[in-house]
């Protein structure tokens, strides 16, 4: 189905980005890893034409799609061969409503109206998101956003299905569902994806390639790809790392694998008890907020955070967890109730006088950048608060430097990738070093090393007294680094415990569709549903 020879690109800058890459695929489910900036997403955008017809830069070399040369056939001509789900849903919805946007595809190509609907209705049958229908994408969640733009290109039932990390922004319920769907669908089709962890994908994957530099350097079934020289290209995920530091050979990608090679002494109580923290930052009062009327999205929430603490807010998709963090610095004001931040009132401030103290990473950074220069939109919010021009000059190159983001300071930071404009304005807000910070699925993008250096950051934060605020559908990141979770559920906590305890709560998990990461539910297997890290396991061996 997919034929790629010697095919290499630079954009206009001049920067080459792939490098004679050649792969034949036919049917079945191919994986693409590697780090954020490696390619992966340059390389998709050549399997339908949109490189080079629409994004210019120098191709050499070629991709044929079922014999069809790309560079020869119109893009609305190869729409029924190739879909694509881009890394960022919002980049491709634009209909009022989701049956509309997943009718747009089958109805332009012509297809009586009775089957349009009956691919609409089944799509949504089978992806779970029939209560979708008729809402807005302004309403949506940006997992149901994801959703929707993963069902509007399976309603065009094309041969090949690109898709560009299409479970970013999901839940981890139904990141699982949509993997299954893809691994039926991969019987007749051809399904190309790619991520940045290889332990999502381990279990769905025919073949799975590494991506370094441009690259392909590595190509084969996910167990041998792990017991290659995978650590040169990539971070290991947890329970390989794990693996390596028990000399555990084969290396296994699973929990389920992992458990019958290990066994754990018992010891009642080797972790640490959470830390008690006394002043509250933020006090949220019978809040309940409503973006239409008569319809609630948060129901009477009460909660306190305190000062120096990390906190996790977890939940499904479109269970209110972005809706509550926007009230914390006043972009969103009370239906009813109040919420108080440092004795202030949110009803009664102005939201630039409470972004000094609270500082907003949101889950899409296209809606925070605004500079055509990296160093100064990094530096743009140390300069407004009145810090000296060499104070904001170290501020600007520490954070450049912990977020990997060296090589791209003289660039627009339009120009760069998601997960590299991601890392920009993850830095535009730790350099301000305000008293909360909140980051909104700050794992997005990123890859696992560049993850762990910027959540590495965030903890010296916290440490040195600064309230995080983290709202994560990455298991593995809140049991790496929260002490507190609050979960919610259609608008309504449904618990609010340290982190250990959420996750010996097997109802609460399931409620909001949550999953075990790998390394606790390697502990729960073992008989230690209190396990949450590496550490963790390593002193039970």
Known sequence: MLKIENLSFSYPSGEQVLKNINLELDKGFFSLVGASGCGKSTLCLTLNGLIPQEISGKLEGKVLINGKDTQKYMIKDLATEVGIIFQNPESQLFSLCAEDEIAFGPGNLGLPWEEVKKRVSNILK????????????EEMSSGEKQKIAIASVLAMNPKI????????????KSSEEIFKILKEISKEKLIFLTEHDIDKIARYSDEVAVMHEGKIVMIGQPKEIINEKLSEYIY??????LGLKLGIKPLFLTAEEMASSIKLKKVPDFLKKAQKHKDIIIEIKNLSFEYSKNQPILKNINLNI????FLA????????????ALHFNGLLKPSKGSVIVNGVNTKKTKVSKLAKSVGYVFQNP???IFEDNLVREIGFGVKNLGINIEDVSEKVNEVIKYTGLRKYKTQDPFSLSLGQKRRVTIASILAMEPQVIILDEPSTGLDLRTTENIMNLVRSLNKSGHTIIMITHDMELVAQYAERVIVLSEGKIISDEITTKTFTKQNILEKSRLQRPEINKLGFLLGESRILTIDDILKLV
């Not at 290991?236 to 790392?241: E, Y």
């Open 236 to 241: 290991p995920p947890k329970i390989v790392r």
């Open 161 to 172: 299905l690109v898709l560009d990390e299409p479970t970013a922004n999901l839940d981890p």
């Open 306 to 309: 305190y000062k120096g603490e």
């Open 313 to 324: 807010i977890v939940g499904a998709n479109g269970s209110g967890k972005t809706t509550l």
């Open 126 to 137: 089978g992806l779970n998101i029939e209560y979708l229908r008729n809402k807005s994408p």
């Open 366 to 368: 296209d809606q925070q």
